[in-house]
């Protein structure tokens, strides 16, 4: 083996831990045509879905509500979606491309998660430009997924680093950003 191909040795005097290749994007029509059927599918569950979280039902770890404002009509909107957790930091997204929900959080720049962490339910969100983070977040999306979506989001890496859009999120300081309304149990303000 080449020494210099060897990883550094980091200050501790352990071996470093080799950085992952980059995830090769490739876009597909196939794969945007089964997410496109399976998303349609999660709308018609909504209700069940919904249902399941609330009587506490083992299957769906990591499914929270996220809540935000229309970015047109102001309008309360709520979606559920995977918290994805990585290196102690947040993550949200959708392996199709940019969705509606998407679009309001980054136009009002925060969104509420149901239910909230110990930093409270108010968060800013941050959009991934493609690199080293994103692509570690699509890795970890398709191993914190509940079966069977964790085995779609693996199959399906390369177009998920196409197209998908995922958004970092952080504690919402109130003193660095415009203070946001605040959204009921009911969604309304």
């Known amino acids: 083996m080449d020494p210099s191909a060897a990883p550094a ?3 501790a005097g352990l071996p470093a831990v080799a950085t992952p290749p980059p995830l090769l994007p490739r876009r597909s029509a196939v794969w945007n045509l089964i ?3 399976l998303y349609r599918l999660i709308r018609l569950l909504d209700p069940l879905l919904r249902s399941w979280l609330a009587n506490g039902l083992p299957g769906l770890e990591g499914v929270v509500e996220l ?3 229309g970015r047109r009509t102001g309008r309360s909107r709520r979606v559920l979606a995977t918290l994805l957790s990585h290196e102690g930091r947040w993550y949200v997204g959708h392996p199709n491309g940019t969705t509606s929900w998407q679009r309001n959080i980054e136009a009002a720049g925060w969104v509420d998660v149901e239910p909230s962490g110990a930093d409270g339910p108010r968060f800013a969100v941050t959009r991934l430009e493609p690199g080293p983070e994103r692509d570690a977040v ?3 999306a398709a191993v914190q997924q509940f079966f069977p979506a964790n085995v779609v989001y693996r199959a399906s890496q390369r177009h998920i ?7 970092r999120l952080e504690p919402h300081l ?3 950003r415009p203070a946001a309304p605040t959204l ?3 969604g309304a303000r």
């Open 138 to 140: 699509i890795r970890v």
């Open 161 to 167: 680093a196409a197209a998908g859009v995922y958004h």
């Open 184 to 186: 009921n149990s009911e």
């Open 174 to 176: 109130a003193e660095q």
């Open 67 to 69: 809540r935000f404002l």
């Open 9 to 11: 040795a980091d200050v």
């Open 35 to 37: 997410w496109r059927i």
